[in-house]
Nanobody
């Protein structure tokens, strides 16, 4: 059974930073491109960033380019999202999954950015 566990969220002031982490189990992690996604109440879950299987390439949605950095450690089955210069509009529950998504979603981690 594949399990995705996100952590690292919290409350931060605008301009601050957070580092999210996602630990995967029950899957051959290094075979998959991985991504971070986010969702706010009443809205569809949206793509944030993706990293390919060997960390050779990354891609970001326009609103986070230059502020967020996705990385992975295949030896630890983890994918991280470093978020800098946070804005109130980044407030959301953040999730990780394969990209494109294949597995069930985890519980996510709440990020709240105050103005």
């Amino acid at each position: 059974q594949v399990l995705l566990v996100e952590s690292g969220g919290g409350l931060v002031q605008a301009g601050g930073s957070l580092r999210l982490s996602c630990a995967a189990s029950g899957v051959t992690f290094s075979r998959y491109n991985m991504g971070w996604f986010r969702q706010t109440p009443g809205k569809e879950r949206e793509f944030v960033a993706t990293i390919n299987w060997n960390a050779g390439s990354t891609y970001y949605t326009d609103s986070v380019k230059g502020r967020f950095t996705i990385s992975r450690d295949n030896s630890k089955n983890t994918v991280d999202l470093q978020m800098n210069s946070l804005k109130p509009e980044d407030t959301a529950v953040y999730y990780c999954n394969t990209s494109p998504t294949i597995f069930n979603w985890g519980q996510g981690t709440q990020v709240t950015v105050s103005s």
